[in-house]
Structure formats: C-alpha cells, structure tokens
T-cell receptor, first 113, second 113 residues
C-alpha cells in the first residue's frame, strides 16, 4: 500500500517568511510524528499526535513552530518567521494503533536563505 | 531524558565482509529498539527491530542483538554488498516517554566493491 507522503519535497524560502509542510500518513495509522534532521545530524523529535488526544509538543524548539492534524489524518507543520537555523530536512512518520513501528516519509528539505 | 550513543560514526568495509554497529542507551525502562537505513535523499527505512523480551533477531543478512543488562544493542550485517552503503540509525523507545523515538547520531557505512 501507499507509504507516508510529504510535500513539498523541497522548499526554499527567505528569512522571515512563514512556511507550511504537509504530511499524509499511511491510511489507518492513528499516530503521527514530526522529526527534524539537520545536515549530517541525527533525528530530533518535534511533535506527536495520537488519535484525538492532545498532541505532545515537547520537542518543538520555539513558539515559531506549530502543527495541526485535521480529521485524524493529514498534518501540517508551520514555521513562522523562518530563520536560517531552521534549514533542515523535516521528516514525518506514522504508526498503527498500539504499534511501535514508525514508518517515515521522504521528508521535506527546507532551505532558509 | 534518554541518551543514545552510536558507534562508529563511519565504517568502511570490503564487499563480503561483516559490519557491526553498536548503540548504548541510558534508560533501563526502554523496551523497543529499531534500526533504520537512510539512503541519500530518502527518508529512514525500518530494516529490523527488537523488543526488550528478546535477545537476538535475524532477518536474512541482518541481525540485531540486545543486552539489556549492559544497555546496549548492535546491528550486524553479514556478506555486505555495495547496496548496503547508507547511513544507519539506531533508536530507542519507551512507551511512558511520550511514544517518541530517540535516535543515535548515525553511522555512515561504505561498502567497497
């Protein structure tokens, strides 16, 4: 079946602009995660959604970052007033109800100039 | 919080040889340990995982071993092939820690033909 999809695949924006990144999880998966991967670095947890529960936002680096998940499916990660240090690959993952395995999308490469 | 260390950071092997990557973690309550393979420009791909009630798991040329007492786990790749060249990440999961994965820093594996 279809895996996790993300759009856009690449985004170049000017410092100070807002950006929205989209994630479509695997159909039927109840959990959705956002991670950030800076150049040559490991993956850093940002936010986690599980069903209709309040999201775990403990990894968001600043109040410029926010995310929402509509209808328990698609999620949007928004970064306001982008800074150069926001340049990274933003990865989305999903997992099934009660399952540990997380499956990742291809990521969105964000470049802030 | 959880701390995951991964070694080595780079590994070069001759085709046909074995490769071993080791990760150590700090939280003894962690209970799920996946390994991901990330090729250039792609998202991480889950290749094998192990749960805390199992000491070893094997899938064709890859295997994972877990030592809960010492709090470390390892990825073993036998009969390496050029297509095994990628960055490999270990991760650690504890359900009570918000269902997020904590990743190691990654190992860049190069298989020389």
């Amino acid at each position: 079946g279809a895996g996790v999809s993300q759009s856009p695949s690449n985004k170049v924006t000017e410092k100070g602009k807002d950006v929205e990144l989209r994630c479509d999880p695997i159909s039927g998966h109840t959990a959705l995660y956002w991670y950030r991967q800076s150049l040559g670095q490991g993956l850093e947890f940002l936010i986690y959604f599980q069903g209709n529960s309040a999201p775990d936002k403990s990894g968001l680096p600043s109040d410029r970052f926010s995310a929402e998940r509509t209808g328990g499916s698609v999620s949007t990660l928004t970064i306001q007033r982008t800074q150069q240090e926001d340049s990274a690959v933003y990865l989305c993952a999903s997992s099934g109800q009660g399952m540990y395995e997380q499956y990742f999308g291809p990521g969105t490469r964000l470049t802030v100039t | 919080g959880e701390n995951v260390e991964q070694h080595p950071s780079t590994l070069s092997v001759q085709e046909g040889d074995s490769a071993v990557i080791k990760c150590t973690y700090s939280d003894s309550a962690s209970n799920y340990f996946p390994w991901y393979k990330q090729e250039l420009g792609k998202g991480p791909q889950l290749i094998i995982d192990i749960r805390s009630n199992v000491g070893e798991k094997k899938d064709q040329r890859i295997a994972v071993t877990l030592n809960k007492t010492a709090k470390h786990f390892s990825l073993h790749i036998t009969e390496t092939q050029p297509e095994d060249s990628a960055v490999y990440f270990c991760a650690v999961y504890r359900a009570a820690a918000g269902n997020k994965l904590t990743f190691g820093g990654g190992t860049r594996v190069l298989v020389k033909p």
